[in-house]
């Protein structure tokens, strides 16, 4: 029994490892990175620590917390029970957990694809012409009241495709209950390392 949990420790450590490692190529690139043109100058009389954009900050806080939710709370009961419980877990929980981090950060956040497993999951109308740009890390642009918006990729991790992944690589009982749950599922077949959606997330004009 004790070589089993250590054994089971050992996997979910690696696998939680591996989930974060979403953008493998970029390890969560710092929002300094973003091109200067997108995003409103600094005050002249701001101090130089400020130059960085507080809203961007504040949007990645966000996207991380969300990522870090939603793969904490699969990963309890994948390793607790099993990826099939982690389905029913995340069809039931995902979209209160996005609700309760974008309120923990003041913004609108939420997660998207071009292959929709959850129709709820449908992105903002705003969100294609960033999407583009930001396939190899985090893109913002000002929207028309001055909003701060921003996407972010999305990379499929080795644990993530025991319920994305090829037929062969879904863990035991997902199929049937992805059947049962999402029947117009458009989200398997994923390899680790595709980009399997993005984040997006919208902080309000400043004051
Ligand atoms: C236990 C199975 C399971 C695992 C493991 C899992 N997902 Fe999902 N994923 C789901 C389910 C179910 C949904 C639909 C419910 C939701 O989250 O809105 C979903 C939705 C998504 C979405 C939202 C877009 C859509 O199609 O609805 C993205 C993006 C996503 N998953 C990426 C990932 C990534 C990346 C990983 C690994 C870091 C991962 N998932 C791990 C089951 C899983």
Same mark, same amino acid.
């Given at each position: 029994m004790r070589k089993?949990?250590?054994?089971?420790? @050992?996997?979910?450590?690696i696998a939680l @490892?591996?989930?974060?490692?979403?953008t493998p190529d970029t390890e969560e690139p710092p929002a300094e990175e973003e091109p200067a043109e997108e995003v409103p100058e600094p005050d002249e009389d701001e101090p130089e620590e400020a130059a960085e954009d507080p809203r961007q900050q504040q949007a990645m806080a966000a996207i991380f917390d969300l990522r870090d939710t939603l793969m904490g709370r699969v990963m309890e009961v994948a390793t607790e029970e099993s990826y099939e419980a982690a389905v029913h877990v995340c069809r039931d929980e995902a979209i209160p957990l996005t609700e309760e981090a974008a309120q923990r950060h003041d913004v609108e956040l939420g997660r998207t694809s071009d292959r929709l497993r959850n129709q709820d999951n449908t992105a903002p109308d705003w969100f294609d012409e960033l999407a583009d740009q930001a396939t190899e890390g985090p893109h913002f642009a000002e929207g028309p009241a001055g909003e701060l918006r921003g996407v972010a990729p999305i990379r499929l991790a080795e644990a993530c495709a025991n319920c994305h992944g090829t037929e062969d690589q879904l863990a035991d009982g997902v199929a049937e209950a992805l059947d049962a749950h999402y029947p117009e599922d458009q989200a398997t077949g994923y390899e680790p390392g595709d980009l399997r959606g993005?984040?997006?997330?919208?902080?309000?004009?400043d004051q």
């Amino acid at each position: 029994m004790r070589k089993y949990l250590t054994l089971l420790l @050992a996997i979910s450590l690696i696998a939680l @490892a591996a989930c974060e490692q979403e953008t493998p190529d970029t390890e969560e690139p710092p929002a300094e990175e973003e091109p200067a043109e997108e995003v409103p100058e600094p005050d002249e009389d701001e101090p130089e620590e400020a130059a960085e954009d507080p809203r961007q900050q504040q949007a990645m806080a966000a996207i991380f917390d969300l990522r870090d939710t939603l793969m904490g709370r699969v990963m309890e009961v994948a390793t607790e029970e099993s990826y099939e419980a982690a389905v029913h877990v995340c069809r039931d929980e995902a979209i209160p957990l996005t609700e309760e981090a974008a309120q923990r950060h003041d913004v609108e956040l939420g997660r998207t694809s071009d292959r929709l497993r959850n129709q709820d999951n449908t992105a903002p109308d705003w969100f294609d012409e960033l999407a583009d740009q930001a396939t190899e890390g985090p893109h913002f642009a000002e929207g028309p009241a001055g909003e701060l918006r921003g996407v972010a990729p999305i990379r499929l991790a080795e644990a993530c495709a025991n319920c994305h992944g090829t037929e062969d690589q879904l863990a035991d009982g997902v199929a049937e209950a992805l059947d049962a749950h999402y029947p117009e599922d458009q989200a398997t077949g994923y390899e680790p390392g595709d980009l399997r959606g993005f984040f997006w997330v919208e902080v309000a004009a400043d004051q």
